[in-house]
């Protein structure tokens, strides 16, 4: 990956398909999809996140649709999934897997449900305590001989278990993707609470995103946009005061609010990756000039959204 694109936005399709019920896709949902996947093809995304559970895999499945519909658009994307969740099914509570077997088992059933041969990119959902990482490395350099995966990435993992699973692996991990934003913010706290008090209560892993960037592993935010707590709705006092700074920041630089809250991720030297979850097609269109442009936040203007953000000074 080059460092022009580390930062690139992707298009994140867990909105994608209708319910989280049992209900089935249709016309609608479909359409729904074709604006949403529309709107980020005319931004410039050409990355499209999923996973095996977005809706029951209803995600995968309309997004299928849309593949069989154009047959010239796989040609153009890069096909992301994920695999190692299984919802809660009867009596069983949710739980994660990554045994061997069970990673062979879903991608087959991602590749039948998106409607293509490869996936350019596989990421491991969550951690497995159980699994037994030589099997688990096993079966991904089974798929990738077999061809049915590209590349492999861990989603919500820490450095030891990256590193962990790479001892293992002959094929580079090249993304890990976490929850990051400017309201979601304990990667960033945790280098500043070193040495403090509040430093036991952060709980992010020290040290992972230092290890993704030494070992080239593109960082990808998942929740980029907070749920919309900067660009919409407001809870609290702290976030009304970044909302009303990142509208002050947008307007000087005559860009979207949307925009400055990407780029607040993209100025971070780890080269951040946003996942846009809307699929709301304005909301996406609102994002393009963070796709292709580099962030225009200075080091104060960064700061100063963090302090805003945290409601009091650092430490």
């Known amino acids: 990956m080059t460092e022009t694109n580390a930062s690139r936005p992707l298009y994140g399709c867990m909105g994608l398909g209708g319910t989280w019920g049992p209900e089935p896709y249709g016309a609608a949902e479909i359409e729904a ?38 047959s010239a658009l796989r040609g153009r994307i890069t096909l992301q999934t994920k695999c190692g969740i299984r919802l809660a099914d009867g009596d069983r509570p949710g739980i994660y897997d990554l045994r061997g077997t069970s990673v062979l088992r879903r991608v087959e059933e991602s590749l039948t449900r998106l409607r293509t041969d490869v996936i350019d990119v596989l990421l491991l959902h969550r951690p497995d305590p159980l699994a037994d990482p030589d099997d688990l490395a096993g079966a991904l350099v089974s798929l990738h001989a077999q061809g049915l995966v590209r590349r492999f990435g861990v989603s919500n993992m820490g450095a030891a278990q990256i590193a962990a699973l790479q001892a293992r692996l002959g094929l580079p991990i090249v993304a890990n993707q976490l929850e990051m934003s400017l309201h979601k913010r304990d990667w960033v706290e945790a280098g500043v609470l070193l040495n403090t008090p509040a430093a036991a209560a952060n709980g992010f892993p020290l040290g992972t995103l230092e290890h993704c960037r030494d070992h080239g592993i593109q960082v990808q935010a998942w929740g980029a946009l907070a749920q919309g707590r900067f660009t919409g709705r407001q809870e609290t006092p702290q976030e009304r005061a970044a909302a009303e700074l990142l509208a002050v920041l947008a307007e000087r630089k005559q860009v979207t609010p949307e925009t400055v809250l990407l780029w607040w991720l993209q100025r971070h030297p780890a080269r951040i990756a946003p996942v846009i979850g809307t699929s709301d097609p304005a909301r996406i269109r609102a994002c393009g000039q963070a796709v292709g442009r580099p962030p225009e936040l200075d080091h104060e203007e960064w700061y100063a959204l963090w302090i805003a953000a945290r409601g009091k000074p650092l430490p």
């Open 33 to 70: 999809a074709e604006a949403a996947v529309t709107a980020a093809l005319e931004i410039g995304i050409t990355t499209f996140d999923h996973a095996d559970i977005y809706r029951h895999g209803k995600s995968e499945a309309v997004f299928g649709e849309l593949l069989a519909r154009d």
